[in-house]
């Protein structure tokens, strides 16, 4: 409260001198009487900023205090020059008030300095500030010395004269002291602008700072009008050296009555407005100058063209750093924001950015959206480590992103959890999921150890509860959905329906349909093609099942349940049956491609299982193809072999299902005497020079071996075209049709690829 009263005390003070200044300088009474006013009141002056010098230091720390202590000290030189020229005459007054001056002036410059290194310790903020020193902040300090430098010149620098500081009437001296000021306008400008705003003493030192550059310029223009004969102007000019000392008075207080805050707001002007402020001042002279009739000296134009190029100087730097500014926050700008949107880890998207693409894929309607578990993921940081976890979730990562297409997403959600947005409805949700599940076959290589990785699985559907929806909606049904699928076992793939909470067990559903269809059970086909022309020469029963819940079961995770519970033959026997069934009443005279699993061979049941569905539905023998899948290995090879031969022998041809992935290796291709070898789509790549290398080799290995090879996962019109360069014959994908019901099979050629 102490320091908020001195403080209005010294406004007021303030305040009213300056009044009286102003009206001093209309010299109602008298020229005469109107310099001795002036006289009084920059004594005035003067003695207030001496005594709120000494006043405020005595209650300060030494830092603190030193520099009010010998800035007190510059003031009292100051006042005794005034002494000494008002008092004296002859060569005593020019001696001592050249020494009062000269020495106020070091003084003040001390004081300067002492301020700058006091009021922050100059510890790492000071001394980063003179290191971030640029060329714009020195072009500032120049145009500040060579306007000041032109003012004293248009004066003639008033050499043997006592118009002006420090009145010793002998050129060298006066020469001297105006370079010296020059020098010191210039620091204390170059000061004011690297002196960071967010410094509590910045506006101390723009008040200490704007005193002394007051009073200098000040005392210059005094001497300027001596020079032109304008005596009334030289009263007006002395306000400055009224002004000066009561801002180096504020200067002096240790808190403000208006919040050092708002001091600090309005100090960041000073950077703006004083680059400018000698250039227009010069500007605003040089016109008064010229309109009163005076002619510029050859110097001063000479200095002021200099002038004009270094503010031009000075702005094409300033912009330059601007810009460079500019492109640097806009830089870090944007990676603030990738890396609020993407994973640390794997670099793909987070939730938050997956989630923004997921609301606008909902207003278009048309997407698919898939949620990827990691199964048993924490063992692998058992194991080997979390950073070698971490590896391999980037691995995981870059290998599902190079299945998705483009315009499609694939986020990381949050630790072992990835999630794939995909765009439109050109595929079904199904295939969608195999493909990532192909992706994952192939084993991770860790830490010199080959790491199998399987995932759990939801799938969603666009308006699945027939209500409106949130992106978090569809992420918790997805949620849902993929752990209905870790209930049943794991490695699954789950299509969300409002019951997904529902126990589901497709065993029991095949053991209670005592030999028929379980509730939902069916069969799709999807069709094999002849290259170049895409004409169907024979369609692949494939089985689906939608439980009583409403939830689509994939493949995979219905058939692992039945083949661990001892029904893999009763479900290989039922898919047979009702293949046959299907073709017949369809009247499709094509062959039919039907899965069995390998553990199937060797027995002699399975044999006899084929031979009576031939036979009950009258089904030509040659237009049977048994494709055998990987589920398991081939236990004995000699039995298997005999077994195909006997098929053989009553026209079933055999194939190899998902040939170059899993358990059907070269040595089924030499031990077994198939006719078909169906190359998995796993074999391609993102290198179609590398693609075209591999199926060029392998077709021709196989058409050697005498075997017919098709090749699967044929999805664009490049892939078939290289297939086909590569001596391809037949292919199968979704570039010529998906597994659909056998009623909505399209037996016209969707595509025809022309051999390049």
Partial sequence: MATDARGARLILIAATVTALAVVNAMAPWGQAAAHRGEVILQLTAGLCATAWAITTAWRLSARARWWRLIFAGAAVCWLLGHVFRWTTTGGVAKVGASAAYLTATALA????????????????????????????NVLDGVVAGIAFLILAAMSGFRTGAIAAVPRSGVAAVEIVYVLLEVFIVAVVVLIAMIYDPGRPSRATYLLMAGGLVTMAAADRMVAYFRSVGMESGELWAGIGLIVGPLLIAFAMLDSWPWGKDRANRGSDWAQLILPYCGFIGLALLFAFHVINGHTLSPLAVIAAVAMVILVTARQVVAMRAQNLLTQRLYRAQKRLAYQLHHDALTGLPNRILFAQRLDEAMRDGKFMLIFVDLDDFKEVNDRFGHAAGDELLCAIGGRLKRCVRDTDTLARIGGDEFAVLIDGESEQLEDAAERLRVALRDPFALQGSAVRVKASMGLVRPGADGVAQTSDDLLRQADISMYAGKRLGKDTAVVYQPSSGATIDFPTALRDADGGAPPGFRLVYQVVVRLPDGIPVAVEALARWTTPTGI???????????????????????VLDLAFRDVREAGLDLDVHVNFGAGRLGNPAFEQQVRRALVRHHFPPSRLVVEITETLPIVDLGHAATQIKRMNEFGVKVALDDFGAGFNSLMYLHALPVQIVKLDRGLASADPARDLT????????????????????????????????????????HLFGYPVPIAELTLTPPVRVERV
Avoid: K
């Fill in 552 to 574: 689509e079961m994939s493949p995979e995770t219905f058939v692992a349940a039945a083949e661990a519970a001892g029904l893999g033959a009763d479900l290989d026997a039922l």
């Fill in 109 to 136: 410059a001390v004081a300067v300095i002492l301020l700058v290194n006091a009021s922050d310790s100059m510890s790492g903020t000071a001394r980063s500030q003179w290191r971030a020193l640029s060329v714009a």
């Fill in 694 to 733: 591999l199926y060029r080799s392998v077709i021709r290995l196989c058409h050697e071996q005498g075997l017919d090879v098709i090749v699967e996962g044929i999805e664009s019109v490049a892939q078939s075209e290289m297939v086909h360069r590569a001596g391809g014959r037949l292919a199968q994908g």
